[in-house]
């Protein structure tokens, strides 16, 4: 018999918890207006705010050609692809 009891006092009732919800439901949508209207109130408030850093490296001209310099570049994402452009200037 006691442990009928403590068995129904541990059940979480959610037709209880629903009919809770619903009565206060006015009391729900007043309270996300008001916090709805206040955010975008407090966004539209803010100063615009833009800020960039740029870091210039001059480029030192070795005499390789244009697509020697291009391989150079993407030359890391081709060998992720498993591609490789290494030079053949220790061949022959």
Excluded: C, H
């Amino acid at each position: 018999m006691r442990a009928e009891v403590r068995d129904r006092d541990d059940l979480i009732d959610l037709g209880v918890i629903a009919s809770i919800i619903w009565q206060s439901k006015i009391m729900i949508v007043v309270i996300t207006g008001i916090l709805a209207v206040a955010s975008v109130v407090y966004a539209l408030s803010l100063s615009d705010q833009y800020r960039a850093t740029v870091t210039v490296v001059p480029t030192e001209s070795t005499g390789i050609s244009s697509l020697g310099r291009l391989a150079g570049q993407f030359g890391g994402l081709a060998s992720f692809a498993g591609i490789n452009l290494a030079s053949d200037s220790g061949a022959n």
